[in-house]
């Protein structure tokens, strides 16, 4: 397969393009039309001879939008295709402020962590940093947005599929990409990376100078019972994650946010509130909780709004820092990989 031009910094498009025999300030034009989503045959500002010289090697685009559904509360669903016919899906959200991107990080996943689609088939492949960033500029094109100012993409959550951390050297390209200031430059502050807490990378992260929110999927106050829910909790302990957390805030400065879902009867009684308590108070942290979208292919369940609205109340009198999460998109099949896992049934 080409090698697929997004990929590319802004630097690395210069020194491609000076190789090519051609001026500085083509790799310019070029850079931007290509976080711009456009093809090599749309890039008319570039000669014909010069566009088709590029078209051999390269291709522009790696990402494609093959279905978008739209839910009643306004949150849309992507079904991305890339180019060797593996697809992987977005979640758009609509804030007071502007949109806010979900997208993944890998086909399918290795984590297979009990109550979440993505994994149920294991990982297929790492995303490149291109086809990360493609996600992010087709919907910006879907919405009709341009660069800078312009774009209509504001936030990013690195929530969807996959396991960022697992990918590691390709999404840390893909953090720099996206906010190089002469391409769709969406800020680091504004990004958020979500992972299942793969400890020796949240280090790496910490020292990467990419100033991104780093939020980090708890699950239980337990280490026994969290290996239940999430594999990975065999490798690493909750401690060595508090750890890791610690050191990511006094090199960043950036406080951490811990993601939880609540499932009905497994991690929602007074006893995890208490857990929980005991386990973050006083920590630069917030708590997000999550109302678990069920997914057929388990039997796991979610409990009523009102008994998260008492869990986070628990923690709020105790002076944590805690919200629900709003719930969306429940009617399109909002929770990661579960578009992905229906798209592929249907299509067996
Ligand atoms: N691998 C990373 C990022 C992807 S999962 C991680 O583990 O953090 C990101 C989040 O999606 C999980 O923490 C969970 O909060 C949420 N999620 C996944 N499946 C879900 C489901 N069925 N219902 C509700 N939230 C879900």
Same mark, same amino acid.
């Given at each position: 397969m080409k090698e697929c031009l997004l990929n590319f910094s802004y630097a690395e498009l210069e020194n491609l393009i000076l190789s090519l /025999? +051609?001026?500085?300030?083509r790799a310019g034009q070029i850079f931007r039309s290509l976080h711009l989503g456009l093809e090599f045959n749309d890039m008319?500002?570039?000669s014909k001879v010069f566009r088709e010289k590029l078209i051999e090697s390269y291709d522009a685009q790696p990402v494609r939008i093959i279905k978008h559904l739209q839910s009643v509360d306004g949150t849309m669903k992507f079904l991305f295709a890339l180019r060797d016919g593996n697809v992987v899906e977005g979640v758009l959200m609509k804030y007071n402020h502007g949109y806010s991107l979900c997208i993944s990080t890998q086909v399918g996943c290795r984590m297979r962590c009990v109550f979440c689609a993505s994994g149920l088939n294991g990982l297929v492949r790492n995303l490149e940093a291109g086809e990360i960033l493609g996600e992010v500029i087709c919907v910006n094109k879907f919405l009709g947005g341009a660069l800078g100012e312009n774009r209509k993409i504001i936030n990013i959550v690195l929530?969807?599929? /996959? +396991?960022p951390l697992d990918n590691y050297d390709n999404t840390v390209k893909f953090l720099r990409l996206v906010s190089e200031k002469n391409g769709i430059n969406i800020s680091q502050r504004n990004i958020s990376l979500s992972t299942s807490g793969i400890v020796p990378k949240m280090y790496e992260l910490a020292n990467e100078n990419v100033s991104v929110n780093l939020t980090i999927?708890?699950?239980?106050?337990?280490d026994e019972e969290r290996q239940k829910i999430m594999p990975i909790a065999k490798t690493y302990k909750i401690s060595q994650i508090l750890d890791a957390c610690s050191n990511y805030f006094e090199k960043t400065g950036r406080r951490y946010i811990f993601e939880y879902v609540l499932i009905k009867g497994e991690n929602d009684t007074s006893a995890h509130a208490e857990a929980l308590i005991s386990l973050l108070k006083g920590r630069p942290c917030h708590i997000n909780l999550i109302r678990l979208n069920e997914v057929k292919e388990n039997n796991l369940k979610s409990g009523t709004d009102k008994e998260a609205y008492r869990f986070m109340g628990v923690l709020e009198k105790a002076g944590l820092s805690a919200t629900v999460r709003r719930k969306m998109g429940e009617d399109i099949d909002g929770a990661c990989g579960q578009l992905r896992q229906r798209y592929l049934s249907e299509n067996e």
């Open positions: /025999g +051609e001026k500085k300030f008319t500002d570039l929530m969807g599929s /996959g +396991e999927s708890l699950h239980s106050p337990f």
